[in-house]
């Protein structure tokens, strides 16, 4: 098992094109979560699935964004009409179930850099 | 609302000086505080969980522990190499979230 990998690690791309990445989680993970981190700050969380559901948005996600999870494996996140402000690297995360309401820690992918033109 | 507060926002030692980066968080029943270790253009590593007040975990120089308003990560005779942004992280138990929440992290440098 290599981790989380994320594809493509950087896109650059015009303001108003539609980008989509790739996540592909560890393999017995279940649980999987998309992050946008901007410099400076801490990772904020924009959406989470279970398997293939998608259960829970961030508000941070706008009608723009979209996320699936087709199978339960990997993860795609599509950014249509990009604007200059989703500029950031886009963190992908996964981990096992919660246990007795314990967390599980999540591991982190290498991320998606972003560049809007 | 759930909330991380890291300090201080960076901090410079010489090799071999002892410090302590600071977490502050309030949260609504806390499942779990993560610490992760951040290099520059790459993604969080995971470093600890603490999951109750009076926990400590200790990785080589890093020693992390718990209270119930905070967590201190301890890094005991640093090198070069401890260079990092260290982040800390908070999963409570309010409303049906998943989500971390993350402080901005401490950005440490660790000079020779």
């Known amino acids: 098992d290599t981790g989380v990998s994320q594809d493509p690690r950087h896109k650059i791309t015009k303001r108003g094109q539609n980008v989509t990445f790739r996540c592909d989680p560890i393999?017995?993970?279940?649980?999987l979560y998309w992050y946008r981190q901007t410099l400076g700050q801490g990772p904020e969380f924009l959406t989470y699935?279970?398997?293939?559901?998608?259960?829970?948005k961030s508000r941070l996600l706008s009608d723009r964004f979209s996320a699936e999870r087709p199978k339960g494996s990997f993860s795609t996140l599509e950014i249509q009409r990009t604007e200059q402000g989703d500029s950031a690297m886009y963190l992908c995360?996964?981990?096992?179930?919660?246990?007795?309401?314990?967390?599980?820690?999540?591991?982190f992918g290498p991320g998606t850099r972003l560049t809007v033109t | 609302e759930d909330q991380v507060t890291q300090s201080p926002e960076a901090l410079r030692l010489q090799e071999g000086e002892s410090s302590s980066l600071n977490c502050s968080y309030t949260?609504?029943?806390?499942?779990?505080l993560f610490w992760y270790r951040q290099d520059p253009g790459k993604g969080p590593e995971f470093l600890f969980t603490?999951?109750?007040a009076g926990e400590e975990k200790e990785k080589e120089r890093l020693k992390a522990t718990l209270t119930k308003k905070e967590s201190f990560l301890h890094i005991t005779a640093p090198k070069p190499e401890d260079s990092a942004t260290y982040l800390c992280?908070?999963?409570?138990?309010?409303?049906?979230?998943?989500?971390?929440?993350f402080g901005t992290g401490t950005l440490l440098a660790v000079q020779p």
């Open positions: 995360a996964s981990s096992a179930a919660v246990f007795f309401g314990q967390a599980y820690e999540q591991y």
């Open positions: 393999s017995e993970h279940n649980r």
């Open positions: 699935f279970q398997n293939e559901a998608q259960l829970e």
């Open positions: 949260v609504s029943g806390l499942r779990g």
């Open positions: 603490l999951y109750s």
């Open positions: 992280a908070v999963k409570g138990y309010g409303g049906a979230t998943n989500k971390l929440i």
